[in-house]
């Protein structure tokens, strides 16, 4: 990890992952022959009807965006103290998608909705997603991501049914600022003395192309590397907790394939 700070935060997000996650790992119904045989119990946070269009979330660490939270339904913004996580700012209601042609569709960045200690998190969480779950549009499939629910009900409305929701008044906004978007590509140097290397992947497609074996040197990396490989939210590739014994191995191989290449811009990385 690269502080103790992304650690907690990692933590947290698991967390919220873990809480909002459909219960049932197989099919809602099982039918047979046109009848139902089998259907799981009603899930206690998405219910009989599910969501009515996909829900994303994010956890991010000021002061790199990397995320892109404005363009995401549900966003918690890390706010430290010491070094230590305290709580989130909750941001609600963004995307960046468009039905072309059909102008009742457009961008929204997401609303700031206050600042929550950590105890919080978790009813929050599931507080947004219910409302969502509610009181989102089941009638046009073009309108039913959280940021038009916001934009029809409005802001301060689906603010007071969150805090309603989940017995929790939020607190003013704490001060975060960013400098930062996207993936850093290179190497980052972690508190355990372990390195991480992102590596710019267009489009995320990890295959051997002339001159450039992408496949087939991430396939020699892991021949050696004893860590993780991550996938990030730009579709990039982090070959994280290198060891200092083997760094100087894996950069290598990762310039003989063509994952290290210094001539591409910053425009095209991002």
Known sequence: ???????????????????????????????????????????????????????????????????????????????????????????????????????ATYPRTASELGYIPIEHTLAVAEAVVTTQRDWGNRTNRKNAKTKYTLERVGVDTFKREVEKRAGVTFESVRPYKFTGRGDRIGWVKGIDSKWHLTLFIENGRILDYPGRPLKTGLAEIAKIHKGDFRLTANQNLIVAGVSTRNKAKIEALAREHGLIDDSVSEQRKN
């Open 1 to 103: 990890m690269e502080s103790e700070l992304h650690q907690q935060a990692y933590d947290w997000a698991k967390k919220i992952s873990e809480h909002l996650l459909p219960r049932t790992r197989a099919y809602a119904e099982i039918w047979q022959d046109q009848e139902k045989v089998a259907t799981t119990d009603e899930e206690p946070i998405l219910g009989a009807t599910y969501l009515p269009r996909k829900f994303k979330t994010t956890v991010v660490i000021p002061p790199q965006n990397d995320v892109d939270l404005h363009a995401n339904d549900l966003n918690f913004i890390a706010i430290a103290d010491n070094g230590r996580l305290v709580g989130f700012n909750v941001l609600v209601g963004g995307g960046l998608s468009i039905a072309h042609g059909y102008k």
